[in-house]
């Protein structure tokens, strides 16, 4: 298949991959992956980037993963945007793509005994990682982290990365698949890549194609009150009470286009919510529900994912 | 560390284990793998040998892996044989080992989180294979196929073999650790190995030794009536009462001595049971309770795992 050399070699065949793998083994060469479910903004991009610099070759995987959407989420309009997707990925003619491939795997080869969200029909192999999945956002959305594991596990297992690297925008995900990497025994360093934020401030995502313009303005409320937050942790804060009160007050400001869905003060590696951010430091985060999606972002305080 | 050049490298550290299979992988040599918990048996040793013959180095790990016991079972007094097992892995005097590596993790290692029979504080990476872990030895033993697909996921991440190998005398683990294998995208071919048996037809079991002599010479019956229901399929009968009916006869002959928990006419990858043996053949397997322990077998009617 003849292709543009700085456009990213798309590989969908999971015999493809495998041999393509093997070569660059032999060849010693390292590879970064960047897991992805496409509609890719600056965010990715950045993720992309720390890619490159650390590895020898990228590889983006682009997968809508049907099992971490709930039946009433938004899996089956979720934006699917391959095209521009590889645009974004390609040089600028006669370079070098910036990833190098991007591999779009079949859900046959992913899920090869089907899938379904009812769980007692379920087949085949699923992870679940115990102990950090089930709160925070595993608590509005409790089959989300046995998906997004489960999904992990099997990229991994077929890219074979030397590093994988992952945005700090989904904290939780971060500290699942950590644990996950641990418990595992997986092969594979972990790279936490820093938030990619508007100029506003709002973390960019996926997902905030979806706002309206009024939606899109009354959004940055939810940045605006963590750093608040930030600033009264940086000035010595340390009380959740006080810390959360901050963030609450200026999401309010948007009310009633932005509502508050949750908050939490967490432990960055047990998850446990604390009273007091004590020695190990501090995971703040939440989600705001706006009229047309549902928003998540964090900022940690003095500790790493 | 010296060690005699007939003996096996014992490595206990994960560190070493890559270090090592790094550098086996740059030679270009292929890794074979027998995971087990020890307390090795001839069984044991017919699978090194066909790891021997497949690949070009063979890894045998012996761990006795808690999650695969419920808190009733015998995990405390599961027979630990380390130094004998090593003997017998050891070749004669001048020559090669049987096996090259005798991999024994620490638990430490193996469950970085910490183990607990009570799963509500379970805390890690649990894999679980949907619809062939509940029925059959998944019955009587609800959580057994996820400590078993949970250390196979480690252990082949841990030594990354291309081929790892399985008794076929635990049938529905090899159908378990078959779709794991599949489902996960696991980089590993598998291969199963009949079941080796004493000179009157008992499947060679770690658990054998819990046998008093009378016991022993009891537990015959189990094979002897699997073997009546296969000449009965070979001579065509298809029907599951009768061909089940068969396997009870012989083994009430034992009665009270041995008593048969189950017994099972399953099809070979969905395990649901079968009224009939049809073009897919059929996994005819059961348990039997004796006063000291539980044994388990199988035969194959037509299929294979």
Redesign the interface.
Known sequence: MSRALNAPLVIQS?EQL?QWRHAV?MEGRSVGLVPTMGALHEGHLNLVRAARTACDIVVMSIYVNPTQFAPHEDLDTYPRTLPQDIALLSGPHGSRPLADVVFTPRTS?????GITTDRSQ???????????SHQMEGGTRPHFFRGV?TIV??LL??V?PDVAFFGQKDAQQCVVVR??I??????VQMVVVPTTREADGLAMSSRNRYLSAEEREAACVFYAGLRAAQTAFMAGERQRDKLLHLVQTEIEKAAPLVQLEYLSLAHPRTLDELDAVGESGAILSGAVKLPSTRLIDNLLLDCEL
């Open positions: 999971v495998r083994r080869d992913i899920y090869p005994d379920q087949r085949g192999a699923f992870v679940e990682v115990l102990g950090v594991a596990t099997k297992n077929l074979q644990s996950l641990r418990s595992l025994c997986l092969p």
